[in-house]
């Protein structure tokens, strides 16, 4: 069964700093996608960025970037140069299966980050 | 607007009652999700439609949830004889197709059962 680990209820950091939030994943299965979400107070899901299980790259989108470690099965998003709108509820989830399958996605129990001024 | 949209935003309903949930997702979007999300469960797929396929209904958690897609575009989700623990905020998504194409959610509608 597939499985999403977010160690960090709740991250707080100065804005301009950088910021990791955590994602370790389970899965015997070989093709896989991982995706990361952000949700803000308002309550819409906001896509941030994906990593395919065979992308050779980290994936990067922006101020958004996935520390993408297979071996360890961790996949972290780092936020450059934090802003006050990036506090928010951030999710990792994971697609197993082939990447033209359903996004029947798992969804870790998500980190709340606050950035102060 | 161009984005997901969901009806109501709000539901409050008597226990035993059924209810209906609305969305419409974006034009040409042929993938169409249903997600709760619950204090004590997270975020978790309900049901997946792609195009005039059968829909994918595995993530349902029991015979009183149905949902269906009418002409390929609206969806409505309904639970019948609704229970307390029905209560959460369910999401609907869409994507232009499917694999690796970012979900677009809509607000949710945030189902409160008494």
């Known amino acids: 069964a597939q499985k999403i680990t977010q160690t960090q209820p709740g991250m707080f950091v100065q804005e301009k700093e950088a910021v990791t939030l955590d994602c370790t994943y389970d899965?015997?299965?070989?093709?896989?996608?991982l995706f990361w979400y952000k949700q803000p107070s308002s309550g819409e899901m906001i896509f941030l960025i994906y990593?395919?299980?065979?992308?050779?790259q980290n994936a990067t989108e922006g101020r958004y970037s996935l520390n993408f470690q297979k071996a360890r099965k961790s996949a972290n998003l780092v936020i450059s140069a934090s802003q006050l709108g990036d506090s928010a509820m951030y999710f990792c989830?994971?697609?197993?299966?082939?990447?033209?399958?359903?996004?029947?996605?798992?969804f870790g129990q998500g980190t709340r980050l606050t950035i102060n001024p | 607007g161009a984005g997901v949209s969901q009806s109501p935003s709000n539901k409050v309903t008597e226990k035993g009652k059924d209810v209906e949930l609305r969305c419409d997702p974006i034009?040409?979007?042929?993938?169409l999700y249903w997600y709760r999300q619950s204090l004590g469960q997270g975020l978790e797929f309900l049901i997946y439609?792609?195009?005039?396929?059968?829909?994918?209904k595995s993530g349902l958690p029991s015979d009183r949830f149905s949902a269906e897609r009418t002409g390929g575009s609206v969806s409505t989700l309904t639970i019948q004889r609704t229970q307390q623990e029905d209560s959460a905020v369910y999401l609907c998504?869409?994507?232009?197709?499917?694999?690796?194409?970012?979900?677009?959610f809509g607000n949710g509608t945030r189902l409160t059962v008494t």
């Open positions: 998504a869409s994507s232009f197709r499917t694999g690796e194409s970012p979900l677009h």
């Open positions: 899965t015997s299965d070989q093709s896989y996608g």
């Open positions: 990593q395919g299980s065979y992308d050779e």
């Open positions: 989830a994971m697609r197993e299966g082939r990447i033209q399958g359903a996004q029947k996605l798992v």
């Open positions: 034009s040409g979007h042929t993938a």
């Open positions: 439609f792609q195009g005039n396929s059968a829909p994918d």
